[in-house]
């Protein structure tokens, strides 16, 4: 199973990456495949850890791929690492091995700590929308525009029936991108 969330890792300096990423989930293996050249995978080498947040705020995975990232962050708790504050759970994890590959390495964590701290509300589709949107953003360069633009007018559907606001504000950032990609064609 792949689960979209956000990974947050520090280099040796403590200084804070945010990515998403869809983390592989098989038994007790926990694996981050981060594809080259990749912050979180040259942190992950220098400190041997990350922190895997479980968050539903979809501002946070579209931000990251259009420049945001200046989102509030606490202490993790058994690792030298940060969580994100808006987070529902997190998870704390340690390398544990590598697969090597030029493209995308598999880095083979552990879970040392998990903390629970805001329920999980149910399913959103426009949070979905928002997520495949990010991932559309993340291709851009190597996507026909004729796929964004089809992909882009079905996910809205689900968006405008049952956005809140800050899956508003999400799609708007995704937007603008898509309209300045445009722009330079
Ligand atoms: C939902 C979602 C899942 C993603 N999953 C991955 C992934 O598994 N591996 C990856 O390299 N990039 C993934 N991306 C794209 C990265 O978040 C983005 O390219 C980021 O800048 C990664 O590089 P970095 O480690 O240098 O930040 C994903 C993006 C989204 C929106």
């Known amino acids: ?16 990456h945010l990515a998403p990423m869809g983390i592989h989930l098989n038994g007790d293996d926990i694996i981050i495949l981060p594809f080259r050249p990749s912050t979180t995978l040259n942190n992950l080498l220098e400190t041997n850890t990350a922190v895997l947040n479980y968050c539903d705020d979809v501002r946070v995975f579209a931000g990251c791929l259009t420049g945001r990232r200046d989102f509030a962050l606490m202490p993790a708790e058994k690792i030298h690492g940060a969580v994100l504050a808006c987070t529902l759970a997190h998870t704390e994890v340690e390398l544990v091995r590598i697969e090597d590959d030029e493209l995308r390495p598999k880095l083979f964590c552990k879970a040392v700590h998990t903390v629970n701290h805001a329920p999980f509300m149910g399913f959103n589709r426009a949070q979905y929308a928002v997520l495949e949107a990010a991932i559309l953003i993340s291709r851009l360069k190597m996507l026909p525009l004729e796929k964004i633009e089809s992909e882009i007018d079905y996910l809205r559907i689900g968006l405008e029936k049952t956005a809140g606001d800050k899956e508003r504000e999400a799609w708007g950032w995704l937007m603008a991108v898509i309209d300045e990609h445009k722009a330079q064609l």
């Open 1 to 16: 199973m792949i689960q979209e969330l956000i990974v947050s890792t520090q280099n040796k300096a403590g200084v804070t």
